[in-house]
């Protein structure tokens, strides 16, 4: 069973840089895909982006291309999640998410039935104007 912690959070200001990372316990964290997602207050959970065990293919939905950047380094557990050009309506909570499908975390925020197996506890991010 894999567990996740995110670190990495905090208060920032607009137009910062910001890396998140998730750090994965348990043998099988290279045989998983890897999802960051982030829930504004009052907001759904939405996705920012998904990657396969390797690493070799990310997916990241329209909205969300070009600031964010995901990897990953299995030799170390860890994903993390890049972001640039930081404002305030990127304040949420960020969770990072394992599945053994890369669909799953694709669909998890569109299909009720798509539950990745594994999340994080999320970490804050506030970025002030």
């Known amino acids: 069973q894999v567990q996740l912690v995110e670190s990495g959070g905090g208060l920032v200001q607009a137009g910062d840089s910001l890396t998140l990372s998730c750090t994965a316990s348990?043998?099988?964290?290279?045989?998983?895909?890897m999802g960051w997602f982030r829930q504004a207050p009052g907001k759904e959970r939405e996705l920012i982006g998904a990657?396969?065990?390797?690493?070799?293919?990310?997916y990241y939905p329209e909205s969300m291309k070009g600031r964010f950047t995901i990897s990953r380094d299995n030799a170390k557990n860890t994903a993390y999640l890049q972001m640039n050009g930081l404002n305030p309506q990127d304040t949420a909570f960020y969770y990072c998410?394992?599945?053994?499908?890369?669909?799953?975390?694709?669909?998890?925020?569109?299909?009720?039935?798509?539950?990745?197996?594994?999340w994080g506890q999320g970490t804050l991010l506030t970025v002030s104007s």
């Open positions: 990657t396969k065990w390797s690493g070799s293919s990310t």
């Open positions: 998410a394992a599945d053994p499908t890369l669909h799953n975390l694709i669909v998890a925020t569109t299909d009720k039935d798509a539950t990745p197996e594994v």
């Open positions: 348990g043998r099988t964290f290279t045989t998983y895909a």
